[in-house]
């Protein structure tokens, strides 16, 4: 027997996006919100369907995430920021909130709300998942973003 199989498509035509990012940071999550835009670009999103909202860090990126996904006015919330690991516990306590946070968001209103936070060790490890090197995390997100829309409205019958 062979299952029926349901996966998102990748098209964003006739989808609305919003972009949460951080500003700390901000000379490698501008490049993650790049990645995004250039994704959301490149399958088909509609001019005007995206909007971007900047908060000072990472962990004020779940509050306001869980804000824009309760207005149901986006199909997908991509959550975007940079933390580095320093000598203090401060990055185990932002990355870990933030991660909680943008979870809850998603299971609180049913909209996607996507995980596009690089957290790293060192900074050239988080210029490497920034796109200098390898592939770009905001980029990865915004694809993310579109497969599960297109996975959802298929569940829920949307077009």
């Known amino acids: 027997m062979q299952p029926v199989i349901h996966q998102g498509h990748l098209n964003a035509s006739g989808s609305r996006f919003a972009i949460v990012a951080s500003r700390w940071n901000d000379f ?31 962990f004020e990126i779940p509050l306001l995430a869980l804000r824009v996904a309760q207005t149901k006015k986006f199909d997908a919330v991509i959550c975007l920021g940079t933390i580095i690991r320093g000598e203090t516990p401060h990055f185990e306590y932002v990355a870990g909130e933030a991660t909680k946070g943008i ?42 973003a579109v497969e599960l829309v297109n996975l959802y409205k298929n569940v829920t019958g949307d077009k």
């Not at 936070?117 to 993310?144: H, W, Y």
Request: glycine share 14%.
């Open 28 to 58: 490698l999550t501008a490049r993650l919100v790049e990645g995004a835009l250039d994704a959301l670009e490149r399958l088909g999103a509609d001019e005007g369907a995206v909007e971007l909202f900047k908060v000072p860090g990472s």
């Open 103 to 144: 979870a809850q968001a998603g299971m609180q209103t049913g909209v996607p709300v996507i995980y596009g936070i690089v957290t790293a060790d060192t900074l050239e490890q988080a210029i490497d998942r920034a796109g200098v090197k390898a592939g770009n995390k905001g980029f990865d997100a915004a694809m993310s």
